[in-house]
């Protein structure tokens, strides 16, 4: 990293707070102290001390957390750069169960006298709370894994490349969309790195750097005539890999009759390009005739219907009632797992959860209670079969050892569980995106996700889309807009009738999958191929005020 | 680092100042010590405590600006911020919309956002509170799942021309869902405060714990336009979507639902129901927020929107100067002017309808029209000639908060209340409204 080109472009616009989308952590560093990765024998030395004295006091149990949590936002609009910010957040969380009521707290003053306190203080937020306990916690057995460490596979440290390069970048897309005929742009470069220890009186001491980035945009256009605008946000997706991200060759392309499509890697520019060319399209678009159609949903859009109507419902929390007062319950309760016949959809939908997947943005090694990370079958041939479950949650559904599904946003944060990568399998037939609208007599094929909303409970959902091509007779006719859907999780999913093949298996996901009480973000990816849903309800979402 | 007082941040940032080479300088100071505690099942889950500082220096040369910030106090650490954001602030490229730093500004008198009772609460407290809210809960038979927090904080900004701002608050916020043990009936109560002495946390259960007792065996009734009387949590998440884009630039760029052709905005129009008159005001008793901003903007008492006409847009100082606007902070709460009835009254006063206690998961579907959409939740229910008859199955609605002001029917009186979406706080009425657009049937509970 050359100091100057970052020093160059740093500066402009101070405030991290005029990214009001983006949650903004820690203090502001220099570019050169993101590139630093502390020692494990430090963290190690850390973790002793909490462990030691929160033992002392009276603890059964301790966990502790060493985090160290590093953002890059590179901001972008028009011709201008409006923010480069590096921020760190480096402290230590230490989690105990006493007298069997969970503690938590923590600190970011790093010398054995305030890591003492801190775990003095879980210890005692334990005891305090253990009057308003029904049960003591129970928690599923994990063996130690000793001094490990995991590292995502990366290419190319997204944070070693200079900061110039990225504006350069971003400045070229606002070039190319304005050039298109977009009145207005905002691009942005998201880069995580966090770099997390955990320590536990299992005997675990695990060290784990974690990487993802989110190149996007946001671009505006406005008809003079009218008044009226349209927007097009960016097809790429957020995801657990490095810069390589960004270098698409020729086979991380899918060239339909909408535009190009991006698979594993991310053509910004070419993307700019053609969401200038679509927002254009859009505003001539025909409002679309209210009813029912067989939408072909791309993985782009449809990762978001999975992460709202699988991934959360299938969280063991939510059915136990743990977010009852905040995110929800859930409709797939225990009866229904029992049963092992619900019908969550059709026979062509097969779910999996994976912590595992490689460029996925939920991949670690081992989850934030130090357990090894793995993947399992949630919807098999349609019927729900498992959900997605913690250490303390594990004998409530006959498990003898956490599913790995635990994760906490940041060190001052206390772990608890969030969705692993949930994802529908692709088919296994050999079919084409070409193949499913050929096969389609009056429907919609959406790419890209918009506005979404599902019920507490995950039944009923409405979603809207970034791109919608009206479909006749295997045809792609024309552009729609107004376009929103609505079903019943249920019934949508037992429409699937048919689901593209490996080879459009891609990724989709999000930066600040919101949960919890006070709230934390997780990043989570979702994968699909291209699929079938037929007679699904859409409604016109067009309005005169 | 404990909340300092007014006279210890302001030793603080004379120091911070005085490391100070640049043309000029500004320097902000924030501080909190918050605890939590969250129950769900009838029980604890997660608690915690955390305690967070952090300071903010913004160096400028000419329109070049550098920023730093730093949580560590000691004297070096505090030169070492300085020197990084005058490092920044040389190398870095000017800024066409860069503002010179305030003068000093007159913020009128303190407002009251600081309560010495919320700033004690001690881990008992809060387990005590919540205690007596488990309790509620269990003697009826019914599930409880709540959150209850508690913060105090200060903020403090100075720089090099001469300005001076400084705050403390505390907060308290409570929410609590009651749920029937047969999963058929849920109800919520929110309640947000400054000062932890008025929380009641048993009252505030036994709301929630009647909505769900009253809300088993709900029945299904067709999706359509029904005029609905909406709570003033529900109230919230309509209108702050509205709040969040008044926003100038926006409008004038023309990607606002405050967009017209050629640039120009409905500013000085009519919006919406000549009823309609919503403000803002940091001294309102029942609202007390900041008298600063956080740029050092003075807060004053501003008339949003009155007897339905947009009488203001929100803007930064740079947009203010290039179209010769006032330059108005963004508020630190919003107050919609009530009436004189009783949510019971306005019950009492509808020959058919439906009571919306919360709304959720509200989303924008289209910013040109504000159109939104969500779902009803825990405890939606039937009213006929003046009385609530029987509990009904939830919906999800479509619908744009300008339209639904249009459809103004009566207004009840404001109370303080919570966004259950954004956490913000509001002093908003119960609503009736004619020609509410749902759109479909929800089978949660």
């Known amino acids: 990293m050359k100091r100057r080109n970052f020093i160059y472009l740093t500066g402009v616009g101070a405030a991290a707070a005029m990214l009001p989308a983006i949650p ?68 230590i969380g230490i989690r105990v169960i006493s007298n069997g009521s969970w503690g938590f707290a923590a600190t970011d003053k790093l010398d054995k006298d305030s890591i003492a306190k801190a775990a003095e203080l879980a210890v005692t937020i334990a005891k305090e709370n253990a009057r308003l306990l029904r049960e003591p916690v129970m928690l599923a057995p994990q063996k130690g894994y000793g001094e490990v460490s995991w590292k995502a596979p990366i290419e190319k440290n997204t944070f070693e490349v200079p900061v110039k390069e990225k504006v350069d970048l971003l400045l070229a897309v606002n070039d190319a969309a304005m050039k298109g005929g977009a009145d207005y742009i905002n691009s942005v470069l998201f880069a995580v790195n966090e770099q997390k220890y955990f320590a536990s009186t299992d005997g675990s001491y695990i060290d784990q750097d974690i990487h993802r980035i989110w190149p996007t ?117 225990l009866d229904k797992w029992e049963s092992k016949k619900f019908n969550y959809g059709s026979k062509e939908v097969n779910i999996t959860a994976d912590k595992t997947e490689v460029g996925s943005l939920g991949a670690v090694g081992y989850d934030d209670e130090g357990v090894k990370c793995g993947k399992w079958d949630v919807i098999k041939d349609g019927i729900l079969v498992n959900y997605q479950a913690i250490r303390d949650q594990a004998h409530i559904v006959g498990l003898n050892a956490s599913q790995g599904c635990c994760y906490a946003d940041n060190w001052s944060s206390v772990q608890f569980q969030r969705m692993a990568n949930i994802s529908l399998q692709p088919g296994k037939a050999k079919l084409s995106i070409a193949d499913q609208i050929k096969n389609v007599e009056k429907g919609i094929y959406i790419v890209g996700d918009g506005s979404f909303s599902i019920d507490q409970q995950r039944y009923n959902f409405q979603f809207g889309g970034q791109l919608y091509y009206e479909i006749k007779a295997g045809k792609i006719v024309g552009m729609l807009k107004d376009v929103a859907y609505q079903a019943n999780t249920q019934e949508f999913w037992n429409s699937c009738v048919a689901i593209c093949d490996q080879s459009d298996y891609r990724l989709g996901g999000s930066f600040f999958d919101g949960k919890g009480q006070p709230g934390q973000v997780s990043a989570v990816s979702h994968g699909s191929a291209t699929a079938r849903f037929n007679k699904v309800n859409v409604i016109n979402t067009a309005r005169k005020i | 680092m404990p909340i300092l007082t007014k ?71 505090l030169e070492k911020v300085v020197r990084r954001a005058e490092e920044l602030a040389q190398l870095a490229p000017e800024n066409p919309e860069f503002m010179p730093f305030l003068g000093p500004q007159e913020y009128g008198p303190d407002s009251p956002t600081f309560s010495p009772a919320t700033a004690a609460v001690t881990p008992k407290d809060r387990a005590d509170a919540v ?157 007390p927020t900041s008298t600063w901003s956080g740029d050092g903007r003075p807060q004053e008492k501003i008339n949003w929107i009155e007897k339905g006409v947009v009488k203001n847009l929100y803007s930064s100082r ?91 029917d009566e207004i009840g009186i404001a109370e303080r209340t919570v966004s259950a979406e954004s956490e913000a706080n509001y002093l908003l009425p119960p609503l009736r409204i004619r020609d509410f657009t749902f759109t479909s049937l929800s089978d949660a509970v």
């Open chain 2, 131 to 287: 205690q007596a809210s488990l309790k509620q809960a269990m003697d009826n038979k019914l599930n409880a799942a709540g959150f209850l927090s508690n913060s105090v904080g200060c903020a403090a900004l100075m720089n090099s021309k001469g300005l001076f701002a400084y705050n403390t608050s505390t907060d308290v916020a409570f929410n609590i869902t009651v749920r029937t043990d047969d999963g058929k009936g849920s109800g919520y109560a929110t309640r947000g405060y400054n000062d932890f002495s008025k929380l009641n946390a048993k009252a505030d259960t036994a709301i929630a714990a009647k909505k769900a007792m009253s809300s088993v065996t709900a029945k299904a009734i067709e999706p359509g336009k029904y005029t609905v009387i909406l709570e003033p949590t529900a109230v919230a998440v309509m209108l702050e979507n509205l709040f969040f884009s008044l926003d100038a630039r926006q409008a004038d760029e023309g990607r606002s639902f405050m967009s017209k052709t050629g640039g120009k905005t409905k500013l000085g129009e009519q919006l919406v129901d000549e009823r309609v008159n919503i403000y803002s005001d940091p001294w309102n008793p029942e609202l």
């Open chain 1, 24 to 91: 903004v952590f820690g203090k502001e560093i220099s570019p050169e102290q993101a590139l630093e990765y502390i020692d494990p024998a430090a963290k190690k030395i850390m973790s002793d001390v909490a462990l030691n004295a929160a033992r002392s006091k009276g603890a059964t149990y301790t966990d502790v957390r060493v985090g160290r949590y590093l953002n890059q936002y590179v901001v972008t609009r028009e011709d201008k750069v409006e923010n480069i910010v590096n921020t760190e957040s480096y402290g």
């Open chain 2, 318 to 408: 740079y947009w203010a100067q290039k179209t010769g606007i006032k330059a108005i902070p963004t508020p630190g709460g919003a107050i919609m002017q009530g009436g004189t009835k009783t949510l019971e009254e306005l019950i009492k006063g509808t020959e058919k309808g439906i009571l919306v206690t919360r709304l959720w998961y509200i989303r924008t579907v289209d910013p040109q029209t504000l159109l939104l959409t969500g779902l009803t939740r825990d405890g939606t229910f039937y009213i006929e000639n003046g009385e609530i008859k029987f509990p009904v199955k939830n919906f999800r609605f479509n619908e744009s908060p300008v339209i639904m002001l249009n459809n103004l």
């Open chain 1, 217 to 333: 945009f946001y671009i505006t256009k406005i008809d003079k005539v009218s008044g009226k605008f349209e927007t097009r946000n960016a097809l790429s997706a957020p995801t657990g890999k490095g810069y390589e991200y960004l270098n698409a060759r020729p086979e991380d392309k899918i060239q339909t009759a909408s535009g190009t499509l991006y698979k594993g890697r991310y053509d910004m520019l070419e993307d700019a390009t053609q969401a200038a060319r679509q927002v254009g399209e859009k505003m001539k678009a025909k409002s679309v005739e209210p009813g029912k159609y067989d939408l072909v949903l791309d993985p782009s859009h449809l990762w978001l219907t999975i992460h709202e109507s699988c991934g959360h419902p299938t969280e063991l929390d939510r059915v136990l009632g743990y977010e009852a007062n905040y995110a929800g319950t859930s409709f797939l309760t």
């Open chain 2, 7 to 77: 006279a210890e941040a302001k030793a603080l940032l004379t120091k911070v100042l005085s490391y100070s080479k640049a043309e000029q300088c500004e320097v902000n100071l924030n501080c909190s010590d918050s605890g939590n505690l969250r129950y769900a099942r009838n029980a604890v889950s997660t608690s915690g405590g955390i305690s967070a500082n952090s300071l903010v220096v913004s160096s400028a040369f000419g329109k070049k600006l550098g920023t730093a910030t730093i949580n560590e106090f000691d004297d070096a650490s």
